[in-house]
């Protein structure tokens, strides 16, 4: 099934850490259950089961768009002190990132995901990108132009590769929602944030070997500087 978060439960997914770049795996209690199920999370509001119908559900988030799921889901009974993170490694598959990838759409194989990297400061000139299908992205504090705690991005150069060499961003990232990217927003941390590199570790399907940037601790105040649409 797919249904919409409560304000609560939005809050709380928002002060959890994503699992990859605009989702999150969660597992929870319904009210009145002691069982836990899993789900995908979309920019904190909708969740969806994470079970043998998964592919089904998304299909009709695609066909019948975000918004108008969003607007008709119930709300899902779950205990908002039960919400918890699904590890990553959870998601693991083995794929085999092909020649013609590596080189004519520069996307990298092997290594590991960002959060198994070390922290390193930003230098305070480079620049970041996150890509989503929702202009409203929550990871995004656009009162104090920053990134929340637990956001992941891209840098600004991987993002080139993809719009250039025309790559798709949905497998470049190993995006669950397969929905169409249509906005980049724009950050320039300073040099007292840190971060933490890695490649997108293949997951739903898709190959990833993209880069990402992992911000446990997000960004500082006025470090976001721009929303564009995607590939503009």
């Not at 960002?114 to 890509?131: H, L, M, Q």
């Not at 719009?163 to 724009?186: H, Q, S």
Request: glycine residues 8%; hydrophobic residues 25%.
């Amino acid at each position: 099934m797919i249904y919409k978060a409560y304000s609560s439960d939005s809050n709380r997914l928002l002060s959890l850490p994503e699992t990859g770049m605009g989702y999150q795996i969660i597992e929870g209690q319904l009210t009145g259950s002691y069982s836990t199920k899993r789900y995908v999370v979309y920019n904190s509001d909708l969740i969806v089961d994470f079970d043998s119908d998964f592919q089904r559900f998304k299909q009709q988030i695609i066909s019948r768009g975000y918004s108008s799921i969003l607007n008709e889901s119930n709300l899902l009974n779950i205990k908002t002190d039960s919400i918890r993170l699904v590890s990553r490694s959870f998601l693991y598959e083995s794929r085999y990132l092909t020649e013609s990838k590596k080189s004519n759409k520069k996307r990298y194989s092997g290594g590991k995901g960002a959060t198994d990297n070390p922290k390193e400061y930003a230098d305070g000139k480079e620049i970041f990108v996150r890509i989503s299908a929702y202009e409203d992205d929550k990871r995004i504090d656009f009162a104090k132009k920053k990134l929340k705690d637990g956001t992941y991005t891209t840098t600004h150069y991987d993002y080139l590769y993809c719009v250039n060499t025309e790559d798709d961003p949905i497998d470049r990232y190993a995006l669950p929602n397969d929905e169409k990217i249509k906005w980049a927003f724009y950050i320039q941390p300073k040099s007292l944030d840190r971060l933490q590199r890695g490649i997108v570790q293949p997951a739903f399907g898709h190959d990833g070997g993209g880069i990402e940037a992992y911000f446990e601790n997000g960004t500082s105040e006025n470090t976001y500087f721009d929303k564009r649409q995607y590939g503009k």
